[in-house]
């Protein structure tokens, strides 16, 4: 076998003995920019890089440019080793080329052309987070857990997976096919999408029966916490009176901004009820001093007074949504209910290279108040409520399946002529439990909630405990 170490292979190696003897690159002109790079740590490793590592590295370059059936420079030797190291990585760690690089500025900073689909890698193929509201992907019918393996006919895990993103996006009116394969579905599922300009609706409210106002968030952005304030007190103001209770809609909310996340959660809490973990919402923790982040209740006045809370999560509500939950969850401010979070506890930090060039590295790992890592394990509901198809009733006797009879429904009954609670149930559900049940059961849980609180304040009036008459 012919030996050939060429002026690259040389460089290579040359680059790797000084990592192995610890001289910083950017000190010999290696790294041009480094602008917004974080304090390095030092070197925890157990093991150190020895000759025969190096020479292993340079040997595998110089057997690639001398026998692959096809000439490769050594620029895309390079790239692809650097793409290389972060495949080793986590799932959301990844360099970014020039062209994901100038993608990534786009999308954080204005509107984009694409079909509003959350995904990160997995297994070699896109793993969907959560589809986004209103767009193309959630109108079409794409569920969190959903695995695209093909884009426009060619298979996923054939790209890089910022070219499998790339692939997503295009321009509005134009046209892409998924292949999908979904748990518990033994085929796979095609759509066909038309891609249009993605602007994320960050929160609407309505209110429902009862007087309880139902406030939901698709993404944690900059005004996304007053956006909430603003919507609750609009609920308010249609109901006339403070709501009996609110539920927090976060299923399906891929995350957004660390700082959104603190300002919502904030929201409902209060310091002075908050002292069981020190008043923090979420921290985290990292191998170096600025991936160490704390943030805490500075509220004092809960927008609700206190009233019934229900958070709603299912396994597309990730990162931020699962940091707001946690901490309500802890604080016990709030009632989780739904499926298990997604689990994506960690922390991403972008730091440029050069100009053109960046890598995405995981540089911490969230934890909620009561030192939870969500990473990978999601946040449990405490209220387990599946996402449950209930069909439209065919006879009239079908509708005993979502409400049984009751003394209201008997012909003759006497009407009470007293003013309703909010535990009132008289009013037609069905429709809702229709469209959307865990929402309905939601709305269950509130009044219980409800009527649970004025029994006790009323007993507690008395100086008795209530009684079931």
Same mark, same amino acid.
């Given at each position: 076998?012919?030996?050939?170490?060429?002026?690259?292979?040389?460089?290579?190696?040359?680059?790797?003995?000084?990592?192995?003897?610890?001289?910083?690159?950017?000190?010999?002109?290696? /790294?041009?920019?480094?602008?917004?790079?974080?304090?390095?740590?030092?070197?925890?490793?157990?093991?150190?890089?020895?000759?025969?590592?190096?020479?292993?590295?340079?040997?595998?370059?110089?057997?690639?440019?001398?026998?692959?059936?096809?000439?490769?420079?050594?620029?895309?030797?390079?790239?692809?080793?650097?793409?290389?190291?972060?495949?080793?990585?986590?799932?959301?760690?990844?360099?970014?080329?020039?062209?994901?690089?100038?993608?990534?500025?786009?999308?954080?900073?204005?509107?984009?052309? @694409?079909?509003?689909?959350?995904?990160?890698?997995?297994?070699?193929?896109?793993?969907?987070?959560?589809?986004?509201?209103?767009?193309?992907?959630?109108?079409?019918?794409?569920?969190?857990?959903?695995?695209?393996?093909?884009?426009?006919?060619?298979?996923?895990?054939?790209?890089?997976?910022?070219?499998?993103?790339?692939?997503?996006?295009?321009?509005?009116?134009?046209?892409?096919?998924?292949?999908?394969?979904?748990?518990?579905?033994?085929?796979?599922?095609?759509? #066909?999408?038309?891609?249009?300009?993605?602007?994320?609706?960050?929160?609407? #409210?309505?209110?429902?029966?009862?007087?309880?106002?139902?406030?939901?968030?698709?993404?944690?952005?900059?005004?996304?916490?007053?956006?909430?304030?603003?919507?609750?007190?609009?609920?308010?103001?249609?109901?006339?009176?403070?709501?009996?209770?609110?539920?927090?809609?976060?299923?399906?909310?891929?995350?957004?901004?660390?700082?959104?996340?603190?300002? /919502?959660?904030?929201?409902?809490?209060?310091?002075?009820?908050?002292?069981?973990? #020190?008043?923090?919402?979420?921290?985290?923790?990292?191998?170096?001093?600025?991936?160490?982040?704390?943030?805490?209740?500075?509220?004092?006045?809960?927008?609700?007074?206190?009233?019934?809370?229900?958070?709603?999560?299912?396994?597309?509500?990730?990162?931020?949504?699962?940091?707001?939950?946690?901490?309500?969850?802890?604080?016990?401010?709030? /009632?989780?209910?739904?499926?298990?979070?997604? @689990?994506?506890?960690?922390?991403?930090?972008?730091?440029?290279?050069?100009?053109? #060039?960046?890598?995405?590295?995981?540089?911490?790992?969230?934890?909620?108040?009561?030192?939870? /890592?969500?990473?990978?394990?999601?946040?449990?509901?405490?209220i387990s409520i599946g996402d449950f198809i209930v069909n439209p009733p065919k006879t009239d006797a079908d509708t005993t399946m979502l409400a049984p009879i009751r003394e209201f429904d008997l012909k003759g009954h006497l009407a009470n002529k007293t003013v309703g609670n909010a535990f009132d149930d008289s009013e037609d559900t069905s429709g809702l439990a229709q469209s959307?049940?865990?929402?309905?059961?939601?709305?269950?849980?509130?009044?219980?909630?409800?009527?649970?609180?004025?029994?006790a304040l009323a007993a507690a009036s008395k100086n008795q405990s209530p009684v079931a008459r």
């Amino acid at each position: 076998m012919t030996q050939c170490t060429s002026h690259f292979t040389k460089i290579i190696s040359l680059l790797c003995a000084l990592i192995l003897i610890g001289v910083p690159l950017k000190s010999l002109g290696f /790294v041009e920019e480094a602008s917004n790079a974080l304090n390095s740590p030092a070197s925890d490793a157990t093991t150190s890089l020895t000759q025969d590592d190096i020479d292993r590295f340079t040997t595998a370059i110089t057997e690639i440019k001398d026998y692959y059936v096809q000439p490769t420079d050594d620029k895309k030797l390079l790239e692809n080793g650097i793409r290389g190291m972060f495949n080793g990585l986590d799932p959301h760690s990844e360099y970014l080329d020039a062209s994901a690089y100038k993608a990534l500025k786009t999308a954080t900073q204005g509107s984009f052309g @694409g079909i509003g689909i959350e995904v990160t890698g997995d297994y070699g193929v896109l793993k969907v987070i959560s589809p986004l509201d209103n767009t193309p992907a959630a109108k079409a019918g794409i569920k969190p857990h959903d695995y695209i393996v093909a884009i426009n006919g060619k298979l996923v895990d054939q790209m890089s997976m910022n070219e499998a993103v790339d692939q997503l996006q295009g321009p509005p009116g134009s046209s892409v096919t998924l292949t999908v394969i979904r748990q518990d579905i033994k085929k796979t599922l095609t759509f #066909h999408l038309n891609r249009q300009i993605i602007h994320v609706v960050s929160v609407s #409210h309505k209110l429902l029966e009862n007087n309880i106002g139902y406030v939901r968030i698709g993404e944690f952005q900059a005004p996304t916490a007053d956006l909430m304030i603003k919507a609750i007190h609009e609920l308010q103001s249609e109901a006339k009176r403070p709501l009996s209770g609110l539920i927090l809609d976060l299923r399906n909310n891929p995350g957004g901004l660390l700082n959104s996340a603190v300002d /919502v959660s904030n929201v409902f809490l209060n310091k002075k009820n908050t002292l069981a973990y #020190h008043n923090v919402i979420v921290y985290t923790e990292g191998r170096f001093s600025d991936a160490k982040f704390s943030a805490s209740v500075t509220n004092t006045n809960d927008i609700l007074n206190g009233a019934p809370l229900v958070v709603l999560i299912n396994a597309g509500s990730a990162s931020a949504s699962e940091i707001v939950a946690g901490a309500l969850q802890d604080y016990r401010r709030g /009632v989780i209910a739904g499926t298990v979070s997604f @689990g994506k506890g960690s922390v991403q930090t972008i730091l440029p290279l050069d100009k053109n #060039h960046a890598v995405k590295l995981t540089t911490a790992l969230y934890h909620t108040p009561a030192g939870r /890592v969500i990473q990978n394990k999601g946040i449990i509901p405490d209220i387990s409520i599946g996402d449950f198809i209930v069909n439209p009733p065919k006879t009239d006797a079908d509708t005993t399946m979502l409400a049984p009879i009751r003394e209201f429904d008997l012909k003759g009954h006497l009407a009470n002529k007293t003013v309703g609670n909010a535990f009132d149930d008289s009013e037609d559900t069905s429709g809702l439990a229709q469209s959307d049940f865990q929402l309905y059961q939601a709305v269950k849980i509130v009044k219980t909630m409800v009527f649970v609180d004025n029994a006790a304040l009323a007993a507690a009036s008395k100086n008795q405990s209530p009684v079931a008459r």
